[in-house]
């Protein structure tokens, strides 16, 4: 007991026997190698946490990649451009080559003009080409022009509006009371033809505007007769 009551005394006034340093310094070392290995495990486990959760995140990324791709299609390149068919680029030029397609197929064709902007190519189209004056009858020799303009016309899938256009005249006699119904009937008369030849029933429609879309004035017979027209409208 006296012993026992000698060496706490010591280790309480901080001095130690050789032994007890001895016993003092093993015990520490253990300690820092324990607590150096019990580091060491955390890091492995530390590391491997982050490793799977980047596997799973490039796991994930490429099941998005893979669907988006399923879901476009593969990127083919056209004149430069990827995934032509939802491309801005390629509905441009496939509205450019229509255009010049309908310029080269009429340009031997008079009192016919094409008109393009970003939005539509309309195939203007005079009274004299298509009907005698008064008359929503198709006249017999406009059908070759009338021909070459559905086979263009079939090579796309655009919308076509179909627009009839008088001057500013009353109709006198005749079977039409108005401008209204002569225009409309004059728009109507075309598309049933195009469709006669194979243009898609459900990409055209017809209307009627009378005198209220003028472009030239009706004071003059020159303006009447740029009045008196048929538009052929492909919408891009």
Do not use: C
Request: proline share 2%; aromatic share 6%.
């Amino acid at each position: 007991m006296n012993n026992l009551y000698e060496k706490y005394k010591n280790m309480y006034k901080g001095t130690f026997s050789n032994n007890d340093k001895n016993r003092l310094n093993r015990w520490v070392i253990s300690y820092a190698d324990f607590v150096t290995v019990l580091v060491a495990v955390f890091m492995v486990l530390w590391i491997g946490s982050n490793l799977n959760i980047s596997d799973n995140m490039s796991d994930k990324k490429i099941v998005q990649n893979t669907q988006k791709q399923e879901q476009t299609g593969p990127n083919h390149l056209i004149d430069g451009v990827k995934n032509p068919s939802d491309s801005k680029e390629i509905k441009i030029i496939e509205f450019e080559k229509t255009a010049s397609d309908l310029n080269i197929a009429l340009k031997d064709k008079k009192q016919t003009q094409i008109i393009k902007n970003d939005a539509k190519i309309t195939i203007r189209l005079s009274e004299g080409v298509l009907f005698d004056e008064g008359s929503a009858i198709i006249k017999a020799d406009s059908a070759q022009t009338l021909d070459i303009l559905a086979d263009e016309l079939k090579k796309n899938n655009k919308q076509i509006q179909i627009e009839g256009h008088s001057d500013n005249l009353p109709v006198v006699g005749g079977k039409y009371s108005s401008n209204w119904e002569l225009s409309s009937a004059r728009a109507i008369n075309i598309l049933n033809y195009l469709i006669s030849k194979g243009v898609d029933k459900t990409r055209l429609s017809a209307i009627g505007y009378a005198d209220n879309k003028p472009v030239a004035q009706n004071n003059t017979e020159e303006g009447r007769s740029k009045n008196r027209r048929v538009d052929i409208v492909i919408i891009n």
